[in-house]
């Protein structure tokens, strides 16, 4: 069973970035397709990007498109999300999920997710 760990949540400013990390446990947990999602309060969980196991193909929403970019290492079993020029509207705890597939990716086919690390974009 896969365990995911996120971290580099916190508090920042209108307009500044921040990097989030999700470090798998397991050493297979290279070989799936990963993606990122978030919450903000009172709201529904929203998918922000997806990628396959190699990383060479990535998906985001139209929310996340622009200004967020998902990568990984896989040497290091460790997804990231790069985000920029962070809006109010970013506030929300920030998710990563792990697919049944190595290269596609269903919501309906996620079978792992981490406890979340929230983000507070501040004014």
């Known amino acids: 069973q896969v365990q995911l760990v996120e971290s580099g949540g916190g508090l920042v400013q209108a307009g500044d970035s921040l990097k989030l990390s999700c470090a798998a446990s397991?050493?297979?947990?290279?070989?799936?397709?990963m993606g990122w999602f978030r919450q903000a309060p009172g709201k529904e969980r929203e998918f922000l990007c997806a990628?396959?196991?190699?990383?060479?193909?990535?998906y985001c929403s139209d929310s996340a498109k622009g200004r967020f970019t998902i990568s990984r290492d896989n040497a290091k079993n460790t997804l990231y999300l790069q985000m920029n020029s962070l809006k109010l509207e970013d506030t929300a705890v920030y998710y990563c999920a792990k697919s049944l597939y190595d290269s596609q990716w269903y919501f309906e086919a996620l079978d792992a997710w981490g406890q979340g690390t929230l983000v507070t974009v501040s004014s």
């Open positions: 397991g050493r297979t947990a290279s070989s799936y397709a």
């Open positions: 990628t396959i196991k190699s990383g060479s193909s990535t």
